[in-house]
Nanobody
Framework: QVQLVESGGGLVQPGGSLRLSCTAS????????MSWYRQAPGKERELVAS????????NQLDSVKGRFTISRDNAKNTVYLQMNTLKPEDTAVYYC??????????WGQGTQVTVSS
């Protein structure tokens, strides 16, 4: 069974940090582009960052540049999102995505990140 499982979310104060993890099973995740998306209440899902099989990464949102870092460990079938200096506007459900080409596209169930004092 193809599966992506996110973990590491929670409640943190503004300025705090979290590291999200996404572990893949049932497919060869090392050849997929892996991404983190997020969706806040009442807003559309948006791409946060992506990382290629070779490890090249981009932050898609100007609002997270300098604060969020995506990385992957292909040997562990895991992708990470290190989130520092968290802000209330970062509050969202964060989803892991694996994509190969234009058709194959897997999603995790999401993990809640809440930034509040």
């Amino acid at each position: 069974q193809v599966q992506l499982v996110e973990s590491g979310g929670g409640l943190v104060q503004p300025g705090g940090s979290l590291r999200l993890s996404c572990t893949a099973s049932g497919f060869t995740s090392s050849i997929y582009v892996m991404s983190w998306y997020r969706q806040a209440p009442g807003k559309e899902r948006e791409l946060v960052a992506s990382i290629t099989p070779a490890g090249g990464s981009t932050n898609q949102l100007d609002s997270v540049k300098g604060r969020f870092t995506i990385s992957r460990d292909n040997a562990k079938n895991t992708v990470y999102l290190q989130m520092n200096t968290l802000k209330p506007e970062d509050t969202a459900v964060y989803y892991c995505n694996a994509r190969l080409g234009k058709v194959t596209d897997f999603w995790g169930q999401g993990t809640q990140v809440t930034v509040s004092s």
